[in-house]
């Protein structure tokens, strides 16, 4: 067995190494290895893979083997020589033609969200997103340094599509919704979780309410959006008035957002809200200590480097819908790794009425409460 110290130094190593692996699976991702795989009609070797991609033998033959090891790929020997093909895993979830693929959200942690992280020092200094650093673009409206190009903007929502294609029915189901006829998606972007939503519930119309930019790019390179319960709305939520809903979807976005920023939009939604409306809000949760999940707790360094907020515990987030007026917030767990918190608007104030005698007399008050129970 080895000794604690030999454990320990296993353990720095392996931390170590870690963006190592991130960098193989990235590569594998953006030469095209799994899709090239995917579409041959047998496993290949590694001279094969270098031929057809355009690359090094020496540098593929390397970059095959490690994905063996990594269990992204599966190796067979046939007469001394290696022949690759994808595992479950890789045609699951990194294949293009694959419905849950999130290669484009890879491609997006590798080409946006790795260059911030080479900052984190900085960013732990500083407290505060490190764009300019990385790219050169000042970050004081946060969306624009986000969406810094088109093509940058287009990855991004691409990516949320990979997302939601994995989680989106389940943070969806979490709560029934059948009741909340008309949704409203804010930041809804591409129109992924709209999609999963009237698929889920068909007696709901969604409305995805972004900014301009984002709703051109929807209805120019998402093709799904024919769906005629589906419709798109250009504004920004902190400014322009919201679209009217039975319920507001908040779905990663609170925590790209200070607390002040997130009272300041739920406080909108509350105003904007039908009586006995709602808004679910789905995020990835830290635990009440703020001490793990280490996913959570790493997705919360990633709003430092990349946004202006941070990820929070359940209790941490119903203190923000209390505050916007919310009542009765609940929180459910779903298979992956988002929770979903589900909160009504308080009915409007009490309203006092008074009543007059003609000749005098006592006055008579009366309390009605408006609103739904």
């Known amino acids: 067995m080895n000794s604690p110290e030999d454990q320990a130094y296993d353990l720095l190593n392996t931390y170590a190494n870690g963006f190592m692996v991130s960098q193989v699976l990235f590569a594998a991702c953006e030469l095209g290895v799994f899709d090239l795989l995917a579409e041959a009609l047998e496993p290949l070797d590694s001279a094969a893979v270098a031929a057809r991609l355009g690359t090094s033998s020496h540098g593929t033959e390397l970059l095959l083997d490690t994905c063996v090891s990594l269990k992204l790929l599966r190796v067979e020997m046939r007469e001394g020589k290696a022949f690759y093909g994808n595992t479950e895993l890789s045609s699951t979830y990194l294949t293009r033609a694959s419905p849950t693929s999130q290669r484009n959200m890879l491609l997006y942690m590798a080409r946006t969200t790795y260059l911030c992280w080479a900052h984190l020092a900085e960013a732990v200094r500083e407290g505060k997103n490190q764009y300019l650093k990385a790219f050169g673009v000042p970050s004081e409206e946060l969306f624009t340094a986000i969406y810094r190009s088109e093509g940058e903007r287009l990855q991004f929502m691409r990516g949320l599509q990979d997302v939601w294609s994995v989680n989106g029915r389940s943070v969806l189901a979490a709560f029934d919704l059948?009741?909340?006829?008309?949704?409203?998606?804010?930041?809804?972007?591409?129109?992924?979780?709209?999609?999963?939503?009237?698929s889920l519930y068909p007696g709901c119309q969604v409305t995805v309410f972004d900014i301009p930019e984002v709703v051109q790019?929807?209805?120019?390179?998402?093709?799904?959006?024919?769906?005629?319960?589906?419709?798109?709305?250009?504004?920004?939520?902190?400014?322009?008035?919201?679209?009217?809903?039975?319920?507001?979807?908040?779905?990663?976005?609170?925590?790209?957002?200070?607390?002040?920023?997130?009272?300041?939009?739920?406080?909108?939604?509350?105003?904007?809200?039908?009586?006995?409306?709602?808004?679910?809000?789905?995020?990835?949760?830290?635990?009440?200590?703020?001490?793990?999940?280490?996913?959570?707790?790493?997705?919360?360094?990633?709003?430092?480097?990349?946004?202006?907020?941070?990820?929070?515990?359940?209790?941490?987030?119903?203190?923000?819908?209390?505050?916007?007026?919310?009542?009765?917030?609940?929180?459910?767990?779903?298979?992956?790794?988002?929770?979903?918190?589900?909160?009504?608007?308080?009915?409007?104030?009490?309203?006092?009425?008074?009543?007059?005698?003609?000749?005098?007399?006592?006055?008579?008050?009366?309390?009605?409460?408006?609103?739904?129970?």
């Open 217 to 373: 790019t929807a209805k120019k390179h998402f093709p799904f959006l024919e769906e005629e319960r589906i419709s798109f709305r250009e504004g920004d939520f902190f400014k322009d008035p919201l679209p009217e809903a039975d319920l507001y979807i908040l779905a990663r976005v609170l925590h790209d957002w200070s607390d002040e920023k997130c009272s300041q939009l739920l406080a909108r939604i509350h105003q904007a809200c039908k009586p006995g409306g709602g808004v679910l809000v789905i995020e990835t949760l830290l635990d009440a200590d703020g001490r793990g999940p280490l996913t959570a707790q790493l997705y919360s360094l990633n709003m430092l480097v990349q946004t202006e907020g941070r990820e929070r515990s359940a209790a941490q987030y119903r203190a923000l819908l209390a505050r916007a007026g919310f009542r009765d917030p609940r929180s459910r767990g779903t298979p992956g790794r988002y929770r979903a918190l589900l909160a009504r608007a308080h009915p409007p104030a009490a309203a006092a009425l008074t009543w007059r005698p003609p000749h005098g007399g006592p006055v008579l008050v009366a309390v009605l409460q408006c609103g739904l129970i």
């Open 178 to 198: 059948s009741p909340f006829p008309l949704i409203c998606d804010l930041g809804g972007c591409s129109g992924a979780l709209a999609k999963e939503c009237v």
